[in-house]
């Protein structure tokens, strides 16, 4: 059983940043499908940005140009970098990671971007 613990969430003003980490409990050295998704009031659940089984990178259009995903396997952990915020990117945020059998799921990170 993988536990993820995300955190860096907060309150930002619109075009400023903000940096999520999702700290995995086991070696993500031999994962690569891990993410973020996010999902706010009233909506579905989306996407943001993704390491893929293939070994590349998935933003969704909404975010390209603007937030970065990487990943230091030394701490067992992944970060979302956002820049240039927008109150459309207000929502929860939750990091996930797939080892292909299995989906595991962080608790999730509040992010309201709002002057």
């Known amino acids: 059983q993988v536990q993820l613990v995300g955190s860096g969430g907060g309150l930002v003003q619109p075009g400023g940043s903000l940096r999520l980490s999702c700290a995995a409990s086991?070696?993500?050295?031999?994962?690569?499908?891990m993410g973020w998704y996010r999902q706010a009031p009233g909506k579905q659940r989306e996407e943001v940005a993704a390491?893929?089984?293939?070994?590349?990178?998935n933003y969704a259009d909404s975010v390209k140009g603007r937030f970065t995903i990487s990943r230091d396997n030394a701490k067992n952990t992944i970060y979302l970098q956002m820049d240039s915020v927008k109150p459309e990117d207000t929502a929860v945020y939750s990091c996930?990671?797939?080892?292909?059998?299995?989906?595991?799921w962080g608790q999730g990170t509040q992010v309201t971007v709002s002057s």
């Open positions: 086991e070696s993500i050295f031999s994962i690569n499908a």
């Open positions: 996930f990671l797939s080892t292909g059998r299995h989906v595991y």
């Open positions: 390491f893929t089984s293939g070994g590349g990178t």
